[in-house]
């Protein structure tokens, strides 16, 4: 909620829904925890909080997780069919799709503790993230960020961000998303 409190005393008019689940991937689903892959009831979430001016689309760390043999190039090609599946939302007649941003999740450092198991290798698998999601985002017309210019995943556990890095990042993304926004909802 940072980048809300932060677009509202900016003097926007907005209202940020978050859409978090702990594991969530792009497009896989997760052996041990059912319900994890993104592209499931995604565009009845659209449906269900339409009209939108904008979805930020923040995922793929899960992809690399050790169960999963992906690399960078695949979580964008999941990321790329998130954003096909977005737009095919079924809103309602006249009402406009709306903007993409995708942002590209800080590296993977090398995971530690509980984390380390889970995801081992990942940071290898997760090489080139940020190009290839920049890729598919110039390919099918959004917006891109690149999170790894304002924030790093934890050096507790080398996956996760810290308080500060959540903070950092809605501060970034306020400024970002500020000049993206229309003047009046």
Not at 125 to 131: T, V
Not at 134 to 161: K, M, P, W, Y
Request: hydrophobic letters at 45%; glycine letters at 10%.
């Amino acid at each position: 909620m940072v980048m809300e409190r932060e677009l509202v005393a900016g003097g926007h008019s907005a209202r940020v829904i978050e859409d978090a689940l702990n594991g969530r991937r792009t497009v896989w689903e997760d052996p041990f925890k059912p319900g994890r892959n993104g592209l499931v009831g995604l565009e009845q979430r659209i449906e269900i909080n339409s009209p939108l001016s904008l979805v930020l689309l923040m995922l793929g760390t899960n992809d690399f997780q050790s169960m999963h043999e992906h690399n960078a190039w695949h979580s964008g090609q999941g990321v790329g069919t998130l954003v096909r599946a977005i737009r095919h939302a079924p809103i309602e007649p006249g009402m406009r799709s709306p903007a993409i941003m995708v942002i590209a999740p800080p590296p993977v450092r090398v995971p530690r503790g509980v984390m380390a198991p889970k995801f081992h290798g990942a940071e290898g698998k997760s090489a080139g993230l940020a190009e290839a999601y920049r890729l598919v985002a110039q390919e099918l017309n959004c917006h891109f960020f690149d999170s790894s210019t304002v924030i790093a995943t934890s050096a507790i556990d080398g996956v996760h961000l810290d308080a500060d890095q959540h903070a950092a990042l809605g501060r970034a993304m306020a400024g970002v998303v500020g000049t993206l926004l229309p003047a009046s909802f």
